[in-house]
């Protein structure tokens, strides 16, 4: 399989208590994108990284949250303290540049966070 | 910024009957428009794109969609749906010189057998 992968799938944590997901991009695609998406919303960006550098971040990503892509392929989005407004599906999505003016984002399965 | 408003949370029809999912945009700037479909338990899959030239867009799965600019619309719409088309829609915009992308909320399609 040579899409978007993401682990893990669920995450279950207790508040205060700290977590990292991890996104496995498609094979040489440079961009990769993080976004939330909380029940009965579409996804919002976070983060976006062309290669290993942080190019722009929303302002929902406070300074609980982290983001890396330290060899330009895998990226990791760390969670220090864990809230429960935290609970959400995080998804990676990744392209490849240049290309297509536009072109697509393709999107990982998302990895569901619930904080008790 | 950009913005998207998906008019309908929720749409149910019957099998094999036509539909059309809305969705209008808000943008200072030319944009590309997108819709997306989301499985149960799965991520995004595009289903069609509007870049530039025609307004009239098909993507997968029989469906197609109206870029008017206008109306600031780009409605979603399939002459015949199956029991298979039952998932979330999301509608997407990003402004042509921009590098992240503005979600709707989304619409649940549910097709009746």
């Known amino acids: 399989d040579t899409g978007v992968s993401q682990n893990p799938r669920h995450k279950i944590t207790k508040r205060g208590q700290n977590v990292t997901f991890r996104c496995d991009p498609i094979?040489?695609?440079?961009?990769l994108y993080w976004y939330r998406q909380t029940l009965g919303q579409g996804p919002e960006f976070l983060t976006y990284?062309?290669?290993?550098?942080?190019?722009?971040k929303s302002r929902l990503l406070s300074d609980r949250f982290s983001a890396e892509r330290p060899k330009g392929s895998f990226s990791t989005l760390e969670i220090q303290r864990t809230e429960q407004g935290d609970s959400a599906m995080y998804l990676c999505?990744?392209?490849?540049?240049?290309?297509?003016?536009?072109?697509?984002?393709?999107f990982g399965p998302g990895t569901r966070l619930t904080v008790l | 910024a950009q913005s998207v408003t998906q008019l309908d949370s929720q749409v149910p029809v019957f099998e094999e009957a036509p539909v059309e999912l809305r969705c209008n945009y808000s943008?200072?700037?030319?944009?590309?428009l997108f819709w997306y479909v989301q499985y149960p338990n799965q991520g995004l899959q595009l289903l069609l794109k509007?870049?530039?030239?025609?307004?009239l867009v098909k993507g997968i799965n029989g469906f197609e969609a109206e870029f008017n600019k206008s109306q600031t619309s780009f409605h979603l719409r399939k002459p015949s749906v199956h029991i298979s088309d039952t998932a979330e829609y999301f509608c997407?915009?990003?402004?042509?010189?921009?590098?992240?992308?503005?979600f709707g909320t989304g619409t649940r399609l549910t097709v009746i057998p």
């Open positions: 094979s040489e695609h440079n961009r």
């Open positions: 999505a990744s392209r490849i540049l240049p290309g297509l003016a536009g072109g697509e984002q393709f």
């Open positions: 997407a915009v990003t402004g042509t010189g921009a590098n992240n992308l503005f």
């Open positions: 990284f062309q290669n290993e550098a942080q190019l722009e």
């Open positions: 943008s200072s700037v030319s944009v590309y």
């Open positions: 509007y870049l530039s030239g025609s307004t």
